[in-house]
């Protein structure tokens, strides 16, 4: 159920208190996957957003 230290315990090792604290770290390592994956949704529209800022702000070309 569980990998701690390198140790694998599975549901039947773990006392009830045990159960929901294990159910607590899955949730908050799925929390970190979000939020990294947020993180970089959120670099990228930064990005973008710089970029489209850096166009604007370029002289534009005159066609001769």
């Known amino acids: 159920m569980i990998t701690?230290?390198?140790v694998e315990y599975t549901e039947e090792?773990?006392?009830?208190?045990?159960?929901?604290?294990?159910g607590r770290i899955m949730e908050l390592r799925s929390e970190v996957v979000r939020l990294i994956l947020a993180q970089r949704e959120?670099?990228?529209?930064?990005?973008?957003?710089a970029?489209?800022?850096?166009?604007?702000?370029e002289p534009a070309e005159e066609d001769e």
């Open 4 to 6: 701690i230290d390198g």
């Open 42 to 49: 959120a670099d990228q529209n930064i990005r973008f957003h």
């Open 13 to 22: 090792d773990l006392s009830e208190d045990a159960k929901i604290r294990a």
């Open 51 to 57: 970029q489209q800022i850096k166009a604007e702000m």
